[in-house]
């Protein structure tokens, strides 16, 4: 009789649970957010996208277990306002952080605000890049403006602290120990876990930079391009690998050796070699231990540079050039991936993982020597695009890839209703939502707008907006110059030829002009808006 009564139970029991856990699928109680980004992070150097230049295993793997999406972009190629719009969910035209120098309007409506009104932890740690206390976080630890790879300091509830290490180190271990000890575990989480690798001087830690400078890299096709075939922005633009990058800040050859040799750099004034924020930001603010870990790898590269630099082709020295960049700038994705893998794990072993959706992003593309170029800020592709795969467990199958023209202008409105939490109307994105349980036909978005503003500035990319679509990208360069130009995507994937002007193209230009005279429309920007420009900076 008991025992009759006892399996009774124990079937209702079984009942209960599995009708749970069948909720759980379909209705999981509110999930965590783990949004993870990088600083210039491209996606050819993640081995999800391609492994040609390096192997990431750790970022691989919340695209393995999760969804890539290979036409990920940004609204404007610069790291603040990239935040801004990510934050706002806006259009830097509309938030008002149109470029770097611009104040961000902390009065405006941010997404985690609006996880800290629903009853979400809520925490912000690594680089945010403006800003002093960031609103909408329970907790925070980020670095001032671009902050610093070694000895980093932080600003924080409590004031400011230096901390002795490697920044992505650093910022991980505060991340896990949040986690880990901080956080109302009875709450669910936001946490946004932002690394200031790999942003320029590309800084990698002494394990990776012993490693990576015995590396050699293949060069991308374009890395001698002539810019012919294009308009004037690309020619005039101040991001060449051979005429642009500084010898001292960015090859880590001591600005003192240089000065020894003399006269070795023809295009770089001796004075960009010693600003506060390059080779000797990073390498001054060491410490002697650490000093001790950089010195012997430096002192091969100076003796190396001194031998060899003074006999070398401009062939020859655009060739080491790359080199040196990919070695500093590919060892410091090394750290944050292993990085990433600790952050990974850590969700594993503390039975987080399931109920978590872990995003992995850039604040805008960059270019690894495609086109000659490092740096970002144009809407062609290397810096228009912008890694980003998403890992949600029982929500988004493993494995998947999505095509679709997706934008960070899209992430605030995506998080929010993961999160059952309400988007302000007057966000200008679209939920991924759709894409991420690939119900395709509730996506209708072809075309995507985006506007970039900083110039006259360092880099001298000029100002420029444009439409993009999966097969074509139409662009008008419409300050200092009035140039047009229009690539074919699909045929002419390196953006080598602008078409513009040729003939059989001239139905595309015009669908594509009335396209983008909509979008300026719908997301209120206009060509007045250079009259705001000129007012909030000063700047013609
Ligand atoms: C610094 C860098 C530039 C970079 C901008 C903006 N020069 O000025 O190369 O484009 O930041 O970067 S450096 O010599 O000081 O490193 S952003 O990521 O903040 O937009
Ligand atoms: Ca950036």
Request: charged share 25%; proline share 6%; glycine share 6%.
């Amino acid at each position: 009789m008991k025992s009759k009564r006892n399996l009774i139970l124990f079937l209702l029991a079984l009942l209960i649970l599995s009708a749970c856990s069948e909720d759980k699928k379909e209705n999981p109680g509110r999930p965590n957010i783990l949004f993870i980004m990088a600083d210039d992070h491209a996606y050819q150097a993640i081995s999800a996208y391609s492994d040609k230049l390096l192997k990431t295993p750790n970022i691989d793997r919340i695209a393995n277990e999760g969804m890539l999406f290979t036409n990920a972009c940004v609204t404007n190629s610069i790291c603040a306002p990239s935040r801004a719009t990510i934050l706002t969910g806006k259009h830097t035209h509309i938030n008002g952080k149109i470029d770097n120098g611009m104040p961000f309007d902390t009065t405006q409506v941010t997404f985690p605000q609006l996880f800290q009104k629903a009853g979400y932890q809520t925490a912000m740690y690594g680089k945010l890049h403006f800003g002093n206390n960031p609103k909408g976080v329970d907790d925070f630890m980020i670095l001032p403006g671009q902050g610093y790879y070694i000895n980093p300091k932080f600003i924080t509830p409590k004031g400011d602290t230096t901390i002795t290490g490697y920044v992505t180190d650093i910022i991980t271990d505060l991340t896990i120990e949040w986690l880990d000890k901080k956080r109302d575990k009875d709450k669910p989480f936001m946490m946004m876990y932002l690394h200031k690798a790999p942003h320029r001087p590309w800084w990698p830690s002494p394990e990776k930079f012993k490693a990576f400078t015995k590396k050699t890299f293949p060069e991308p096709e374009t890395l001698f391009d002539d810019y012919s075939n294009r308009g004037s922005a690309a020619r005039t633009a101040e991001m060449n690998l051979l005429h642009h990058l500084r010898y001292g800040h960015d090859s880590k050859i001591r600005p003192q050796t240089i000065a020894e040799m003399g006269g070795v750099s023809p295009d770089v004034p001796p004075v960009m070699w010693d600003g506060i924020d390059g080779f000797t930001g990073p390498y001054g603010r060491a410490n002697a231990e650490q000093k001790a870990l950089y010195d012997p790898v430096i002192d091969s590269i100076n003796l190396w540079f001194k031998n060899n630099w003074p006999t070398m082709s401009d062939v020859e020295k655009m060739r080491w050039k790359y080199q040196r960049y990919m070695q500093d700038y590919l060892g410091s994705i090394s750290s944050v991936d292993d990085n990433v893998g600790r952050v990974l794990d850590y969700l594993d072993e503390s039975g987080l993982a399931e109920n978590t959706m872990v995003v992995y992003t850039s604040d805008q593309g960059f270019y690894l020597g495609e086109h000659g170029w490092f740096d970002k800020r144009f809407i062609y592709d290397e810096s228009f695009k912008t890694p980003l795969m998403i890992r949600w467990p029982n929500q988004i199958t493993p494995g998947m890839t999505n095509d679709e023209m997706v934008q960070n202008l899209d992430f605030a409105q995506t998080f929010l209703e993961a999160a059952r939490i309400n988007a302000p109307e007057d966000m200008q994105g679209e939920s991924l939502m759709p894409l991420l349980k690939n119900d395709r036909a509730s996506w209708n978005r072809d075309a995507v707008y985006y506007h970039y503003y900083e110039y006259p500035a360092v880099h001298m990319v000029k100002r420029h907006y444009g439409i993009v679509t999966k097969e074509f990208k139409l662009v008008h360069f419409y300050y200092d110059v009035d140039e047009w130009e229009l690539y074919d995507r699909l045929n002419d994937p390196q953006e080598m030829k602008n078409v513009y002007e040729e003939a059989e193209y001239a139905g595309v230009v015009k669908e594509l002009k009335t396209q983008l005279a909509e979008l300026r429309v719908k997301y209120k920007d206009s060509q007045a808006l250079d009259q705001k420009y000129i007012e909030m900076t000063g700047m013609e």
